[in-house]
């Protein structure tokens, strides 16, 4: 079983930056890939940042060149630095966790962006 928890976020002015944070209760053992997926009202949930164990980082083309995944192993920690926000990436945040062949997802938290 894998615990994750999302914070960090909240309401900013179009323009602005967020960092969002999540604690991940689990060992590297049998992870396949982490990362950062999304859903605004009345969409799919989506990928914004994914990495595998091996360094591999891809990034929704909505986001490239603002947003910046990262992990610290250590602290089993994730993070994703988001700049240069815009009102449509207003979504509720989630992190991912692919472990063996389970999917895990945190509570996710809120991010509102206003124009």
């Known amino acids: 079983q894998v615990h994750l928890v999302e914070s960090g976020g909240g309401l900013v002015q179009a323009g602005g930056s967020l960092i969002l944070s999540c604690a991940a209760s689990t060992t590297r053992l049998g992870v396949k890939n982490m990362g950062w997926y999304r859903q605004a009202p009345g969409k799919q949930r989506e990928l914004v940042a994914t990495f595998t164990i091996g360094g591999t980082t891809t990034y929704a083309d909505s986001v490239k060149g603002r947003f910046s995944a990262s992990r610290d192993t250590a602290k089993n920690m994730m993070y994703l630095q988001m700049s240069s926000l815009k009102p449509e990436d207003t979504a509720v945040y989630y992190c991912?966790?692919?472990?063996?062949?389970?999917?895990?997802w945190g509570q996710g938290t809120q991010v509102t962006v206003s124009s």
């Open positions: 991912h966790v692919r472990k063996y062949s389970t999917n895990y």
